[in-house]
T-cell receptor, first 116, second 112 residues
Framework: DTGVSQDPRHKITKRGQNVTFRCDPI?????LYWYRQTLGQGPEFLTY????????KSRLLSDRFSAERPKGSFSTLEIQRTEQGDSAMYLC??????????????FGPGTRLTVL | DQQVKQNSPSLSVQEGRISILNCDYT??????FLWYKKYPAEGPTFLIS?????DKNEDGRFTVFLNKSAKHLSLHIVPSQPGDSAVYFC???????????FGTGTRLTIIP
């Protein structure tokens, strides 16, 4: 399968614990995005990378959230001191950025986080 | 502030008929629009897109229409098939800022 993969698919944790999610994009894609989706809403942008550089972070991304893409390939999203409000589906997407054109983003299956 | 709006939370259509899903946006900087389809427990799947320099884009059974003056776009599916039953999200971005802004989705149910 050459699509975007995410691990784990489900995570249940207790409030106050730290969690880390991984995303493996489509291999030749240079852009990687993180979104969060809560019940009844569309995905909301969190942050994105071009290669290893983090280019933008949403105001939704509090200082408890950190994302990395150390070698420009896979990415990790860490949430420290989880709160019940962090419960959501965390989606990763990737795209191939070509100068002067728009490019569709391809999404992974998501990681569903439940904070008890 | 909901910049992309899908005002119909659900839509039911008879198999074989046309499904029309609507989307409105408020940000005049948006110049690229996409439709995604989502099944439960899966990530969104890209369907079709349109740039603001066009008013129509077609791909098989799917056609997207863009009315820039009304800040409105629609997705037409014809003929509708049972496998089209899913949640459909409209999304938009502006050039140079590729983050997507999504609507809240419309649940389409195709009745056999």
């Amino acid at each position: 399968d050459t699509g975007v993969s995410q691990d784990p698919r489900h995570k249940i944790t207790k409030r106050g614990q730290n969690v880390t999610f991984r995303c493996d994009p489509i291999s030749e894609h240079n852009r990687l995005y993180w979104y969060r989706q809560t019940l009844g809403q569309g995905p909301e942008f969190l942050t994105y990378f071009q290669n290893e550089a983090q280019l933008e972070k949403s105001r939704l991304l509090s200082d408890r959230f950190s994302a990395e893409r150390p070698k420009g390939s896979f990415s990790t999203l860490e949430i420290q001191r989880t709160e019940q409000g962090d419960s959501a589906m965390y989606l990763c997407a990737s795209s191939l950025m070509i100068r002067d054109s728009h490019n569709e983003q391809f999404f992974g299956p998501g990681t569903r986080l439940t904070v008890l | 502030d909901q910049q992309v709006k899908q005002n119909s939370p659900s839509l039911s259509v008879q198999e074989g008929r046309i499904s029309i899903l609507n989307c409105d946006y408020t940000n005049s900087m948006f110049d690229y629009f996409l439709w995604y389809k989502k099944y439960p427990a899966e990530g969104p799947t890209f369907l079709i897109s349109i740039s603001s320099i066009k008013d129509k884009n077609e791909d098989g059974r799917f056609t997207v229409f863009l009315n820039k003056s009304a800040k409105h776009l629609s997705l037409h599916i014809v003929p509708s098939q049972p496998g089209d039953s899913a949640v459909y999200f409209c999304a938009a971005s502006d050039f140079g800022n590729e983050k997507l802004t999504f609507g809240t989705g419309t649940r389409l149910t195709i009745i056999p």
